[in-house]
């Protein structure tokens, strides 16, 4: 199994930055697809952004294009989503999603293993 640890999130003003880290730990694999996802409350899951461990390859939701960057630490076996110019719209649970395989996946009905989350809130 994966285990997957958020960290990063809290109560921020519109505007400012913040970095979501998601440790992973157990059977991970270079073979792996991950993502970021968010919920709010009343809301379905909603895809956030996704990389291929392996090539680094990147994919993001139209709603965050140019605001958050998705990255991997392959030495450290972290995930991380930076993100800035954060919005009130922003607020949400983010959590982090994995899957073996080599494409990006936006759906989060494909992933196999999800963290607890992280609640990142933007005030206006």
């Known amino acids: 199994q994966v285990r997957l640890v958020e960290s990063g999130g809290g109560l921020v003003q519109a505007g400012v930055s913040l970095r979501l880290s998601c440790a992973a730990s157990?059977?991970?694999?270079?073979?792996?697809?991950m993502g970021w996802f968010r919920q709010a409350p009343g809301k379905e899951r909603e895809f956030v952004a996704a990389?291929?461990?392996?090539?680094?390859?990147?994919y993001y939701a139209d709603s965050v294009k140019g605001r958050f960057t998705i990255s991997r630490d392959n030495a450290k076996n972290t995930l991380y989503l930076q993100m800035n110019s954060l919005k009130p719209e922003d607020t949400a649970v983010y959590y982090c999603?994995?899957?073996?395989?080599?494409?990006?996946?936006?759906?989060?009905?494909?992933?196999?293993?999800w963290g607890q989350g992280t609640q990142v809130t933007v005030s206006s």
């Open positions: 990389i291929s461990w392996i090539s680094g390859s990147t």
């Open positions: 999603a994995a899957r073996l395989g080599y494409s990006v996946y936006v759906a989060a009905g494909v992933y196999d293993y």
């Open positions: 157990g059977r991970t694999a270079s073979s792996y697809v």
